[in-house]
Structure formats: structure tokens, C-alpha cells
């Protein structure tokens, strides 16, 4: 038996192909801030329940953990008008240990935790926001959750400390409102 010249092409594909896939999702266009000194850009930061999605259409860079999934808690954008795309989750534990009295199963740690409840809720669409970034100020993600729902928001933060500002979802930018100094 002798071998055919080029058998060996074939099965040589699939891990060149599978390199070129690593390639183009690891090195894909995503957003960076500007490259100039951090006072001359603005700072996004995220509460406990937010993900930023998306920033102007791009998503963020992968993060530096094991994971490598995108799990950004800060970073900085451009001053300007900003897109922001986020996603809200929470999860909470109801303790049994009533709601097991009540159905006459004592009082003990076994009936609580066979009555613990856990929820999990998450925003079924993305949150897109527009914000008028300005070079300096910090721009905190969050929500308050009801129970039912997320309402969602972005405060806008001097550096002093205080707030000065909070946007709704899908509200453009003020295209009247001057750049800041």
C-alpha cells in the first residue's frame, strides 16, 4: 500500500480553521478609550448587578480572569456622547423558616432550608443608554430591583463626589449641551 500525496491536507483544515476562529473572536474590534491621560476621560463603573454589553456598538475587551469572560466592574470611555448597552441580573434567597412554621414543619434548621426559596431574575432585552460623557466624571451603572423588576439608570458623578445628573434608558444626548472644559 502506498500513501497518496496530499492525504494528510485535508485533516490538517479543521485545526488551521479552528486557529483562524480563535484568531478573529480574540483579536475582534472592540472598544478602547482614547489613548490619552485618564483626566481627559470619563469613568464608567458598575454596581454588583449590571454588565456592560456594548459601548458605541463594540464590546469591551475580555477580561485578564481565568475566564475570560467580559466581567468589567470599571473602565473609561472618550468624552462625548456615549452608547451604552447593559444587562441587569439578581439573585436572592427567601429563609424558609416561616413559611415551614406555617405549614406546621417545625422550627428547625432542616424545615427552613427545605422552605428556601432562591430567585433568579435578569433583563429579558438589553438596556441601551445614551450619556453625554464628560472628561472627569464618573458614570455609576445601576438599578434599584423591586422584587418584579429592574429600573434601571446611570448616575453621573463629579469629582467631588456628588451627584450631578441621571439618565434614563434609550434617552438621546442633548445634542445643545456644550463640550465640557
Known amino acids: 500500500m502506498s500513501k497518496r500525496p496530499g492525504g494528510a491536507r485535508g485533516a490538517s483544515a479543521a485545526p488551521i480553521t479552528a486557529?483562524?476562529?480563535?484568531?478573529?473572536?480574540?483579536?475582534?474590534?472592540?472598544?478602547?478609550?482614547?489613548?490619552?491621560?485618564?483626566?481627559?476621560?470619563?469613568?464608567?463603573?458598575?454596581?454588583?448587578?449590571?454588565?456592560?454589553?456594548?459601548?458605541?456598538?463594540?464590546?469591551l475587551p475580555p477580561s485578564r480572569s481565568d475566564s475570560g469572560s467580559n466581567n468589567a466592574k470599571e473602565f473609561f470611555v472618550g468624552a462625548g456622547?456615549?452608547?451604552?448597552?447593559?444587562?441587569?441580573?439578581?439573585?436572592?434567597?427567601?429563609?424558609?423558616?416561616?413559611?415551614?412554621s406555617k405549614e406546621g414543619l417545625g422550627y428547625g434548621l432542616g424545615p427552613a432550608l427545605a422552605k428556601t426559596e432562591v430567585h433568579d431574575y435578569e433583563t429579558m432585552k438589553p438596556i441601551r443608554f445614551f450619556i453625554p460623557a464628560k472628561a472627569g466624571r464618573k458614570y455609576w451603572v445601576t438599578a434599584t430591583f423591586t422584587g418584579d423588576q429592574?429600573?434601571?439608570?446611570?448616575?453621573?458623578?463629579?469629582?467631588?463626589?456628588?451627584?450631578?445628573?441621571?439618565?434614563?434608558?434609550?434617552?438621546?444626548?442633548?445634542?445643545?449641551?456644550?463640550?465640557?472644559?
Not at 483579536?27 to 448587578?49: E, F, I, K
Not at 456615549?82 to 444587562?87: D, G, N, P, S, W
Request: proline share 11%; aromatic share 10%; charged share 15%.
Open 19 to 59: 486557529l483562524c476562529v480563535l484568531f478573529a473572536t480574540a483579536c475582534g474590534p472592540y472598544y478602547h478609550a482614547p489613548a490619552v491621560p485618564t483626566n481627559q476621560l470619563a469613568r464608567v463603573t458598575l454596581d454588583s448587578r449590571a454588565t456592560i454589553l456594548d459601548v458605541d456598538g463594540l464590546p
Open 81 to 100: 456622547c456615549r452608547q451604552l448597552t447593559a444587562k441587569y441580573e439578581e439573585s436572592y434567597f427567601i429563609w424558609g423558616a416561616k413559611k415551614a
Open 150 to 181: 429592574f429600573l434601571p439608570r446611570v448616575v453621573e458623578i463629579e469629582q467631588s463626589g456628588d451627584s450631578v445628573g441621571t439618565f434614563l434608558p434609550d434617552v438621546p444626548c442633548n445634542t445643545n449641551t456644550p463640550p465640557s472644559p
